[in-house]
């Protein structure tokens, strides 16, 4: 909480103006698409958890997933994976599995971010030839979801890092893949959605924007996906997003978009951990007796 927090400290000079600028119901639209494509984002993850055994009720997922997922925002990428091992813990749920769904679901997100960031690349490779090579980088990435049992690799490696006896678990059939994928692409365009609400504040956006708009946001996230290392792809993604932007808005604009949006998702991650804190802990313990079966029966 004291990194994300810092974060927020850290763009508080001209965060008024920045809002200002763009439009209160533009910000509260924007904040609304974050939470929602955050939302569809864990659905996915939530498919993915299924398929390896562990069913988890909506609220108790939400949960595990967001608050788990404030991880990210603390420098070295792993602890989010080290978040959902203890939070099953407390489920009674094995913490290998858990972690193995949320590293599973990081390399499943970034191949669905890669399938939307296509819609723009023939605007961007307008200006730079280099934005083709993200084809052959999808079918990369593209490969678990063809032939999943790939991934056993990243199950694995949750599986040592807890350092469990026993063999790994083994990942579920490509149609779990293949739905989970299904929700991180509607995530993916959800969330970008709130890119393109914000670039509308500074120009006209007709398709061809938009599609820029929204493929620039998901391909510099998944950027920041790759640069795990920097707290939530801090600067990483506010690169790649200045380089794809410069296509349709000035300088100054560029500035308070990609500013005003690092804000923005930030505080829907707040809302979705806090919201679902409070929503499980309300839950009757008849329903987390059950919860323990279910998971037991998976």
């Known amino acids: 909480m004291g990194f994300l927090g810092y974060q927020l400290w850290s763009t508080r000079d001209d965060l008024l103006g920045n809002v200002a600028r763009t439009g209160f119901d533009r910000c509260a639209l924007a904040i609304v698409l974050a939470l929602a494509g955050s939302f569809a984002g864990m659905l996915g993850w939530r498919v993915l958890l299924a398929g390896l055994g562990t069913r988890l009720p909506l609220v108790t997922a939400s949960r595990v997933y967001f608050v788990a997922g404030l991880g990210k925002y603390l420098p070295g990428g792993l602890w989010p994976a080290l978040a959902h091992a203890d939070l099953a813990r407390r489920l009674r749920e094995p913490p290998s599995r858990l972690a193995a769904a949320f590293l599973g679901s990081v390399a499943l997100s970034t191949a669905a971010g890669l399938l939307v960031g296509l819609i723009a690349v023939p605007s961007l490779a307008q200006s730079s030839g280099l934005w083709w090579l993200l084809v052959p980088i999808l079918a990369l990435c593209l490969v ?155």
């Open 144 to 298: 678990p979801v063809v032939a999943p049992r790939l991934l056993t690799g990243l199950v694995g490696l949750a599986h040592r890092l807890l350092k469990r006896d026993g063999e790994p678990p083994v990942l579920p059939s490509r149609g779990v893949v293949v739905r989970a994928v299904a929700w991180m692409v509607l995530g993916w365009l959800i969330t970008g959605a709130h890119f393109v609400v914000l670039v509308g504040a500074f120009g006209t956006v007709d398709w061809p924007s938009a599609s820029v708009a929204l493929s620039a946001f998901v391909l510099a996230s998944v950027a920041g996906i790759v640069a795990f290392v920097l707290p939530a792809g801090l600067g990483a993604r506010e690169l790649m997003l200045g380089l794809a932007l410069g296509l349709l808005l000035d300088k100054p604009a560029v500035v308070t978009v990609v500013a005003l949006s690092r804000v923005l998702l930030t505080v829907a991650d707040l809302i979705l951990a806090a919201v679902a804190q409070v929503a499980d802990g309300h839950q009757p313990r008849i329903g987390r007796v059950s919860r323990r079966s279910a998971g037991q029966e998976a």
